[in-house]
């Protein structure tokens, strides 16, 4: 890379970006190690939110490194229509460990993997095998898909249809996909202000699916998708109850269950992935981010045996799925997946939020009482802080607060005024001490 510093910035359309605000006084991150990024000029910044909720490991992460430059030189890529490589078979395998329930001696069932590139490819793909699903099964008429507001689920054009978020939708009403219809969110400051964990008001939310079937009937409708914890949208928790009722319903009716899970995979809650930490199985699981650390691209999707099984019944020479992508299971994000869970494993990672969040919990609610701050919330390692918005200028507060924080050698993220916090499962007393120390200063000075 050049050392030189870049001084035109103009030829980038930078994405999910204020890019004339940005290049009127850019960030620029030049090295990471650990916990920490750091500047061109050499200024150390934490990074509270694990790059983009993807570096679970922390950062620099040596063994990836190694892994990839290794099979960069043996074998730099292989078509992953009608061949294979050793590495995407092992991948799918590990993952489909990592899936198992902890509560049943087998496998949770979700047997099979799907290899994309993007968490928003991953949410695309699941919706298509569930549609294709219940066509190869001789039920093509669900077609409808449903998504809950507040839902953030990349922004292929599935994603953005069955999404909750109405920035990321209103410039293309046109093109959303037709039949799709949402879940009312599950987010109460009047009851749930402050918890500490899951909320404990709200599970009757999953009853709102009961009026979706009621309104289309359960004939028509192919499957409902949602974050198990919401993160984009701004940390938005499942209260105590609502998951499990979430799967009785889809079971009662024939719905499949697709959890999103790409902020919540990969250690984020406590579990390996958040159907385990919470005791719910889905149906599809889609993931991204924190499989390879966040240093390749990469997706999968994980499917049920039931699900796998119904499309392999035709002709065997058939290509049983018209889908994929020229970089599914691209043998360097494979090697980078496979290094990743490896050092998972062996520190223990996928766990270990459940062993500091107690410490980043407290530290968190701390924060009450600072000035405009109406509400905390956190799971594992994932913190929400709502600030009250500037009349006239939502968001400005929060984007003020990350600003400042920057300037002290913070990164946080923040979605309207929520900021959200996901630091790397490798996160010591230390780091939270700093990374709270810093937010409560800057929260005060900017009162
Ligand atoms: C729940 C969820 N789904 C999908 C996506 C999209 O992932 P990507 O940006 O890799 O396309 C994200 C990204 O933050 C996400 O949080």
């Known amino acids: 890379?050049?050392?030189?510093?870049?001084?035109?910035?103009?030829?980038?359309?930078?994405?999910?970006?204020?890019?004339?605000?940005?290049?009127?006084?850019?960030?620029?991150?030049?090295?990471?190690?650990?916990?920490y990024y750091e500047t061109p000029e050499g200024r150390k910044i934490l990074d509270g939110?694990?790059?983009l909720w993807c570096v679970n490991a922390g950062h620099g992460r040596r063994e990836i490194t190694e892994a990839v430059s290794r099979q960069l030189a043996e074998m730099d890529y292989a078509p992953p229509f009608q061949m294979g490589h050793p590495a995407a078979f092992e991948l799918a395998n590990a993952l489909v460990k990592v899936a198992r329930d902890p509560q049943a001696a087998q496998p949770a069932g979700l047997g099979h993997v799907f290899f994309t590139n993007s968490g928003s490819e991953s949410v695309d793909t699941a919706l298509k095998i569930a549609l294709a699903y219940h066509r190869v099964k001789g039920d093509a008429a669900r077609t409808r898909l449903l998504g809950r507001e507040?839902?953030?689920?990349?922004?292929?054009?599935?994603?953005?249809?069955?999404?909750?978020?109405?920035a990321n939708r209103k410039a293309w009403p046109s093109a959303m996909i037709p039949g799709v219809d949402?879940?009312?969110?599950?987010?109460?400051?009047?009851?749930?202000?402050?918890?500490?964990?899951?909320?404990?008001?709200?599970?009757?939310?999953?009853?709102?699916?009961?009026?979706?079937?009621?309104?289309?009937?359960?004939?028509?409708i192919a499957a409902v998708i949602v974050e198990p914890i919401a993160g984009s949208t701004g940390v938005v928790l499942p209260p105590v109850g609502y998951l499990q009722r979430l799967r009785e319903i889809c079971d009662r009716h024939g719905i499949l269950l697709i959890f999103d899970e790409v902020i919540t995979g990969f250690g984020r809650t406590g579990s390996p992935f958040g159907a385990q930490e919470f005791g719910v199985t889905p149906d599809i699981i889609t993931?991204?981010?924190?499989?390879?650390?966040?240093?390749?691209?990469?997706?999968?999707?994980?499917?049920?045996?039931?699900?796998?099984?119904?499309?392999?019944?035709?002709p065997p020479g058939a290509i049983e799925l018209f889908h994929g992508y020229t970089y599914s299971a691209h043998p360097i994000a494979c090697v980078a997946g496979l290094a990743t869970?490896?050092?998972?494993?062996?520190?223990?990672?996928?766990?270990?939020?459940?062993q500091m969040a107690p410490a980043f919990e407290k530290a968190a609610h701390e924060l009450r009482g600072l000035p405009h701050v109406i509400d905390i919330r956190n799971y594992g390692l994932v913190a929400g802080i709502e600030l009250e918005p500037i009349a006239g200028s939502p968001g400005k507060r929060a984007f003020d607060v990350y600003l400042k924080c920057f300037e002290r050698g913070l990164l946080i993220r923040t979605t309207g005024d929520i900021i959200a916090l996901s630091?790397?499962?490798?996160?010591?007393?230390?780091h939270i001490d700093e990374l709270f120390g810093v937010l409560s200063q800057v929260l005060r000075e900017a009162a």
């Open 341 to 354: 869970l490896d050092i998972y494993q062996r520190e223990g990672l996928l766990t270990r939020a459940k």
């Open 182 to 220: 949402h879940l009312r969110h599950t987010h109460d400051p009047a009851r749930n202000a402050f918890s500490r964990g899951m909320p404990a008001h709200g599970a009757e939310f999953a009853d709102d699916l009961e009026r979706l079937v009621a309104l289309h009937d359960a004939s028509t």
């Open 1 to 35: 890379m050049s050392s030189t510093p870049v001084t035109d910035l103009g030829a980038y359309w930078m994405p999910f970006t204020a890019n004339r605000h940005f290049k009127g006084k850019p960030r620029m991150l030049a090295r990471a190690s650990g916990m």
């Open 287 to 314: 993931c991204a981010k924190g499989l390879t650390n966040g240093a390749v691209p990469m997706g999968a999707v994980l499917v049920s045996n039931n699900i796998h099984d119904a499309f392999m019944q035709g």
């Open 49 to 51: 939110v694990a790059g």
């Open 423 to 430: 630091p790397a499962l490798i996160i010591e007393q230390a």
């Open 150 to 166: 507040r839902g953030y689920h990349g922004v292929g054009f599935g994603g953005i249809s069955v999404g909750g978020m109405v």
